[in-house]
Nanobody, 122 residues
């Protein structure tokens, strides 16, 4: 399993940014794909996840109503659309994959992509 994340950058508070995660190496019909983030000096925390087959989603409370996770099963890509960004959203964002359902704990995901840095200026 390979995961390639992209789309990070610098944005002002209140702005929007979209991240992409291209998945390859197998079929993902029984997998969940998650986005996690890690701020400088912080723990890696769950942001959002989506079940590949059903499209079921889950979000951490701090991003509900602002972030949207989606997937394109033809392009094998998971997206994270981030709106109304805040300085506290600044972090390295990672996508991760796990067989089975959605999980919110990072060590339950065996496959990880490289991170992409999101910086939100105030």
């Amino acid at each position: 399993v390979q995961l390639q994340a992209s789309g990070g950058g610098l944005v002002q508070a209140g702005g929007s940014l979209g991240l992409s995660c291209v998945a390859s190496g197998r079929t993902f019909s029984k997998y969940a794909i998650g986005w996690f983030r890690q701020a400088p000096g912080g723990e890696r925390e769950f942001v959002a996840a989506i079940r590949w087959d059903s499209g079921t989603t889950d979000y951490t409370n701090s991003v509900k109503g602002r972030f949207t996770i989606s997937r394109d099963t033809v392009k094998n890509t998971v997206y994270l659309q981030m709106n109304s960004l805040k300085p506290e959203d600044t972090a390295v964002y990672y996508c991760a994959a796990r067989p089975g359902g959605i999980a919110t704990i990072h060590h339950e995901y065996p496959y990880w992509g490289q991170g992409t840095l999101v910086t939100v200026s105030s």
